[in-house]
């Protein structure tokens, strides 16, 4: 297995449990006031922002042990560049990504269309942009193995 | 994944290289491993030119390194 296909696999254990144990943190903490206090919108602004903050340092921290890991353990250095076949799947992996969570989000607008409490529509988006996130990493995956 | 069309004979070239490694080709051509891997395995058609650069590489004209469709010479 390359270095790429161990990677994507990586960052496609990392992306779940970023989001699990982040979760497993937030969600006790939801305020118990009305459905729409001003509380509760601070709640999720908050859930949204420190997501993207915690999400891109866990990132950065587990991309440089696999890093650390993968010299060890192989011997060999991790390419320090993309190439043509590495871009070209990047492109595939954003269209998808990008496409999961438009879906997500034309959802979560649904969902007040339909009347549904705001709780409903901030889960749908922060669910859209997690199911985005496997969605990139499964796709690059997938290219890896079985070509472009 | 359909199969491409366009293929190579990139390993028997690199074995009649003095076994030149997937790496040393790739290092040679400018591109990761994971990208002579998959034209080997024929999951990837190259750019034209990275086919130019990987032909160059041995030191052949293109259409010796790589043929599209049926390969007549296999």
Not at chain 2, 11 to 39: P, S
Not at chain 2, 41 to 60: Q, T, V
């Amino acid at each position: 297995m390359t270095y790429q296909e161990k990677k994507s696999i990586v960052s496609l254990f990392s992306a779940v449990l970023i989001f699990a144990s982040y979760c497993l943190y937030m969600v006790p903490r939801y305020p118990e006031e009305g459905l729409a206090s001003a509380d509760t919108f601070r709640y999720w602004g908050t859930f949204v922002l420190m997501l993207a903050l915690f999400s891109v340092i866990a990132h950065i921290v587990i991309s440089i042990i696999f890093n650390i890991v993968y010299r060890v353990t192989t011997r060999e250095k991790e390419p320090n560049f993309a190439d043509e076949l590495d871009k070209l799947i990047d492109l595939k992996a954003f269209r998808n990504s990008f496409f999961a969570f438009i879906l997500g989000f034309l959802l979560a607008m649904g969902s007040l269309v339909v009347e549904q409490p705001l709780a409903v529509m901030f889960i749908i988006l922060i669910g859209a942009g997690f199911v985005s996130e496997v969605t990139g990493a499964l796709t690059r995956l997938y290219h890896y193995r079985k070509g472009v | 994944m359909g199969k491409h069309l366009v293929g190579n004979h990139i390993r028997k070239l690199r074995f009649n290289q003095d076994e030149m490694t997937q790496q040393q080709l790739a290092d040679k051509v400018g591109v990761t491993r994971q990208t002579i891997v998959a034209l080997e395995k024929g999951n990837y058609s190259p750019s034209l030119e990275l086919a130019f650069r990987i032909a160059m590489a041995f030191d052949l004209p293109l259409e010796e390194v790589f043929f599209y469709g049926e390969d007549t010479k296999a």
